[in-house]
Nanobody, 126 residues
């Protein structure tokens, strides 16, 4: 069974940091681009960052540039999203997704991704 599981979410104060993890089971992550997406209450889902299958290409939402870093450890079948300088507007459920099989590029539109995790809540509040 193909599965993605996110972890690492939680409550953090503004300016704090969190590292999200996306672990895969039932398939090999290094065949896919991995994207991180988020959805806040009442808002559309948006792509935050993505990384190509071999890690050479990364893309970030403008508001995430300089604060978030995506990385992958294919040996552990896991992708990470390090989030620093968190702001209240980063509060959302964060999802990871796998797609673009066999390609080394990554893009942020969600419809290019085939497999999705259940999400992890990130709350930034004082």
């Amino acid at each position: 069974q193909l599965q993605l599981v996110e972890s690492g979410g939680g409550l953090v104060q503004p300016g704090g940091s969190l590292r999200l993890s996306c672990a895969a089971s039932g398939f090999t992550l290094n065949d896919y681009a991995i994207g991180w997406f988020r959805q806040a209450p009442g808002k559309e889902r948006e792509g935050v960052s993505c990384i190509g299958s071999n890690g050479d290409m990364t893309t970030y939402l403008n508001s995430a540039k300089g604060r978030f870093t995506i990385s992958r450890d294919n040996a552990k079948n896991t992708v990470y999203l390090q989030m620093n300088s968190l702001k209240p507007e980063d509060t959302a459920v964060y999802y990871c997704a796998a797609g673009l099989a066999g390609l080394r590029l990554c893009v942020l539109p969600a419809d290019r991704y085939d497999y999705w995790g259940q999400g992890t809540q990130v709350t930034v509040s004082s």
